[in-house]
Each structure stands twice: as C-alpha cells, then as structure tokens.
C-alpha cells in the first residue's frame, strides 16, 4: 500500500452508539470505508449490548464497559481471521448494537376473535385486549431469528411478529388450561399468569425477554354475550336452582306467556289440545313457586292435587289464564283425583 492510499484510509479509534433515535432496537455501526484501529476502544453503555459479525458469520458479543480491541478481547474474530499473532493493522467487521432496556407499556389485542373450548358454553370466541413489557436477551438469536443484517430494527417492525406469535401463544395455552370464561373474567390476573408462561418461551426463541404480561379486558363477541346475558337473566328470574338448565328453560316458557295470551284457545293452543294446555300450566306452576321458595339441593316430591287445584284457582282470580283454561285443568287434575 502506497503513503498516499493510507494517508487517504479513514481509521475508528472509538465504537459506541448515542442511542439518538427513540424505538431502535439494533443499529449497525456505520463502517462505510472505515477500518478498526488496532487497540480501538470500544463502548458499550448500560442497557446496551454489542455483536461483532464477520462476512455473516457471529463472532464476539460485549456487555456493558469500556473494551479494548484486542485479539484477547476478540478471540472468536481472531480465529475466523486467522491471526496466529498479535494483529497490528486495522482490520474490517460489521459491528451491531442492541438496545436491551425495557420496553415498556406496549398495547396487545385481538383483532379476531379467537375460538376456545369452554366448560360451560361449549365452543366459544372471545376477544381480549392488554399491555406487556419486554426486552433484547439475547443478542445472537435476534440477529439470526429476526433483525438480521438491516442497518436498523424498530421497535414497531419487532411488534409486527411479536403480535402473530401472541395470539398463537394465547389460543394454545386458554385452551389447554380449561378455564371457564366466566372464571376469566373474574379473575383475569390468573389468566394473564396462565398465559405468560407459554409466551416467554415462544418469545425465548427469538432472543426476547417477557418482562411482564396483564390483561385489561375479557369479552365475547356481540352475538355470544347476548346469549349469555339471557342465560344470566333466566337465572335471575326462574331461579336455576341445582339444575342450571331447567332454570333456563322455565325462563323460556315464562318469557313466552304473553305470547300465548294472544293466540286463540289461550294457553291450551301453545300445545297439541288439552294434554299440552294441562302440562304447561303445571310447569308455570312449578316455576313460580320455586321462584319463592329456597333452593333446595334435591327435587321435592311431586305437590297434592289438592294444593295444585287451589293454585291453579289463584291464578284464575290474578287473570293469570282464562276461565275455559282453568276449567280444562281443573277437570283433568279431579280426574286424577277420583280415579
């Protein structure tokens, strides 16, 4: 090499990164045609990590401190370059910074619903929204797995994959939990912590730390929480006792009793004829009375005709049903009497 040619070179005494731009996770250190001295300092600040890459192949990594470039200090770099001795030239390597503070109050939800086998409701949908916290780890999987050798990766373009993987992460680990929805959304803390263990390994993969994980808000899809706001509503009002289910269903035929009162035949055309008519007021019967009394673990036995006759009597005189539909039951119920 001519006096000119190196008078001409552009040589580094000192590598570090200022971290100017908010939301960077990894920088490469801009070489252009500048070499490394030999016996340059290199700076590594807190929350800072940085990876030496020659011609693609990783080579040293450096924590926090003030190193000096050696063949002691470079030991990997020094063997891919064959230096058997102590190099005196400057030499040439990509040299990467990673940012691995905190990155803190960043906002995750579900765009789509995702589908989940549930306790209660069979299948269901269910959407949630929340705010997670993470870091840069480990500094080789996140060149290999994400960053690469672009001159910069942001925060905004790390998210774009994290978000593909949450939402991954969060259907298999809800579904193999087999936590009611009902016992997430009251208890959306054991959620989140059932959740977080599977997503910290996914996120391990790429070089990502997990730091924290919470869940704001659990909801179903319109459709589905009108479903269950009426199953809510049946319990309130028919009383669901031990049997959940024929709560529910009591709900139904009492919902349907205004119905009724406006077809012809009263509440004896809901059904086939006289059997039905009979059948369905035993049932209305049965419901308000169980809506008065406490819940009892075991069915009662079945009520006299005596009792039935005067509560079907009752509600004749509330205008509850009409007087053909009174004299109806009223007749089939003395038949059961006198045999």
């Known amino acids: 090499m001519g006096l000119g040619s190196f008078i001409k070179k552009q040589f580094i005494d000192v590598i570090q990164w200022n971290e100017d731009t908010e939301g960077v996770l990894s920088w490469r250190y801009p070489m252009q045609d500048f070499e490394i001295q030999n016996g340059a300092m290199l700076t590594v600040r807190e929350s800072q990590m940085a990876m030496f890459v020659n011609e693609g192949q ?16 470079l030991p990997v770099l020094t063997n891919l370059k064959n230096w058997d001795k102590l190099f005196a030239s400057p030499f040439k390597s990509d040299v990467y910074f990673f940012s691995t503070r905190i990155q803190t109050g960043r906002k995750w939800g579900t765009p789509q619903p995702i589908t989940i086998r549930d306790k209660d409701f069979d299948m269901i949908r269910i959407r949630a929204f929340g705010m997670y916290s ?14 690469g050798t672009r ?25 193999a939990s087999q936590l009611p929805f009902l016992d997430m959304a ?6 989140a912590q059932q959740v977080k263990g599977g997503l910290a390994n996914d996120f391990g993969r790429y070089g ?7 869940i704001a808000s659990v909801s179903l899809p319109e459709d589905l929480q009108k479903a269950l706001d009426e199953r809510i509503s049946a319990g309130m009002k028919g009383g669901m006792g031990a049997d959940k289910m024929a ?12 119905l009724a009162a406006q077809n012809e035949g009263g509440l004896a055309g809901l059904g086939a004829g006289l059997g039905a008519g009979v059948v369905f007021g035993q049932t209305m019967a049965q419901g308000m009375t169980e809506a008065m009394q406490p819940q009892q673990a075991a069915q009662p036995a079945e009520e006299p005709v005596e009792a039935r006759l005067e509560k079907l009597k009752g509600l004749l005189d509330k205008g509850l049903i009409s007087a053909a539909d009174y004299d109806t ?9 006198i045999g």
């Open 58 to 73: 990783i080579a040293d990594v450096f924590g926090p401190g003030l190193h000096k470039l050696t063949t002691q200090t």
């Open 134 to 147: 993470y870091r840069v780890t480990d500094p080789r999987k996140f060149f290999t797995e994400i960053a």
């Open 151 to 175: 001159d910069t990766y942001t925060r905004d373009e790390v998210e774009e994959q994290l978000r593909g993987i949450m939402l991954a992460s969060m259907a298999s680990s809800l579904g």
């Open 186 to 191: 009251a208890n959306q803390a054991l959620m």
């Open 208 to 214: 990502i730390g997990l730091d924290e994980f919470n």
């Open 247 to 258: 709560g529910f269903t009591r709900f139904q035929v009492a919902s349907s009793i205004p």
């Open 329 to 337: 039951a009223k007749a089939e119920l003395l038949k059961k009497l």
